[in-house]
């Protein structure tokens, strides 16, 4: 088997950002506690959009399944669609009410051009939407 620089570096890439999601993504458990079991489907941006590094958006997301009770915080993050799985990238937004149905966020400007981005809104449970194009 051969192994070339570029596949080195991007293995390498592959095992530090999935070290370094574990860790970002940790909740506390009292954090824990104010999040939902809940998968809400972003209704926008439509997967296959097309977004520009720096650029502030408007992401918006069915309401309607949210269970009663109290509101519960969600959080909003970046992922990268690398081999068939997916590297944390980001951390977009936290601590907004899912029941808002939207947040904005900025395109973070640190990363490189692509169209393998995906986007991740969560309370305890998450869905992952994509894929998004950067420039």
């Known amino acids: 088997m051969k192994f070339t620089v570029p596949s080195i570096l991007l293995a390498v890439f ?5 070290i370094m999601g574990v860790s ?3 909740v506390s458990l009292d954090k824990k506690a104010a999040l939902i079991d809940f998968e809400p489907p972003i209704t926008s941006p439509t997967p296959g959009s097309t977004f520009t590094r720096g650029q502030t958006i408007t992401v918006t997301w069915d309401t309607s399944g949210i269970p ?3 509101p ?6 970046l992922l990268r669609l690398v081999g068939g799985g997916q590297i944390h990238v980001s ?5 907004f009410l899912l029941t808002s149905g ?3 966020i ?3 400007t640190d990363v490189p051009a692509g169209n393998n981005y995906a986007l991740n809104l969560f309370g305890d449970s998450g869905n992952v939407y ?6």
């Open 102 to 104: 939207s947040v904005q």
């Open 68 to 70: 009663a009770g109290t």
């Open 130 to 135: 994509g894929p998004y194009t950067l420039n």
């Open 24 to 26: 970002t993504m940790a």
């Open 106 to 108: 900025t395109w973070p």
């Open 72 to 77: 519960n915080q969600g959080q909003m993050i």
């Open 14 to 18: 592959a095992v530090f950002s999935a």
């Open 91 to 95: 951390d977009l937004a936290e601590g």
